[in-house]
């Protein structure tokens, strides 16, 4: 057996922090809206393209609700076998109650998700409304807990646009557990006028995940990924500062190219931005 010098375990030891940021890195995903239409078509194929892309993570929205037991194990196969993961889910509002929550937990677990995602509130008119909203998700949530899994909101303009005085975001996250995931939506934070690091800075640990979505002006969410008006090095560096994210995942909901352009370019410019 060779002897190991002195130089080359100092060498070794210094190389630690670097491999362990390096490790811990906050792995990039793509929000599977995105390319809804080629998901359509051809959902295996379309997940394959995403991964080819170089996306680490997908999450799948509403429509992967209709999965039957056998369909959400080949998806998983399928998953593992790209060495990508889907880490959380987007849902309608209705399955964070019974009789739906059932189903939304068992083919979670079947996907390997850690996190439920309630997409929207449906339509609510006042703060009382909003409060309501809130105990049926931390009820939900509840559930979800129970089987091992966390819940989340995912926000939209509405939630950041103040009713009577109050941004209805703030009813959500004050009336729901602490562990409970405030799923960012960046870019309608930024075009009600809110200061999406100030949020994330108010709320910590529990940004667990962001939809990186871009607004700007002009051109509202057609524009890509670091075109717009979100000052996104400051994002990042919240979110994974004070917020508690786990992964990031790129929105797109149209712009000039069509929608795998879209995600590929999008992901080329986080990088840069990331790096």
């Not at 739906?100 to 995602?117: D, R, T, Y």
């Not at 703030?170 to 799923?183: G, H, K, M, W």
Request: with cysteine.
């Amino acid at each position: 057996m060779k002897t190991i010098s002195r130089r080359s375990l100092l060498a070794g030891a210094a190389a630690l922090p670097f491999a362990a940021k390096a490790a811990g890195k906050v792995p990039i995903g793509l929000e599977l809206y995105s390319v809804r239409d080629e998901l359509a078509k051809d959902a295996p194929a379309t997940v394959r393209q995403v991964a080819k892309m170089g996306y680490e993570v997908v999450e799948f929205y509403a429509p992967y609700y209709t999965w039957t037991k056998e369909q959400a194990t080949e998806m998983k196969k399928l998953l593992d076998d790209l060495g990508i993961k889907c880490l959380s889910t987007h849902n309608n509002y209705g399955n964070f109650s019974e009789p739906l929550i059932g189903h939304a937990i068992e083919i979670n677990h079947i996907i390997g998700s850690k996190c439920i995602v309630a997409a929207s509130s449906g339509r609510v008119v006042d703060l009382d409304g909003w409060k309501k909203t809130a105990d049926t998700l931390a009820e939900g949530a509840a559930k979800m807990k129970a089987a091992g899994l966390k819940a989340g909101y995912h926000n939209h303009a509405a939630e950041f646009k103040p009713l009577e005085g109050k941004r209805p975001i703030e009813i959500i996250a004050a009336n729901t557990p602490r562990d409970f995931v405030l799923q960012l939506d960046v870019g309608t934070c930024v075009e009600m006028g809110s200061d999406p690091v100030a949020w994330i800075e108010a709320n910590p640990g529990r940004i667990q995940s962001l939809h990186l979505k871009d607004w700007a002006p002009q051109g509202g969410y057609q524009v890509l990924f670091g075109e717009g008006a979100v000052p996104w090095k400051k994002v990042l560096d919240a979110a994974e500062r004070v917020g508690g994210v786990t992964h990031y995942l790129i929105e797109q909901e149209g712009s000039r190219f069509t929608p795998m352009e879209t995600a590929e370019k999008c992901l080329a410019s986080y990088k840069k931005i990331a790096a």
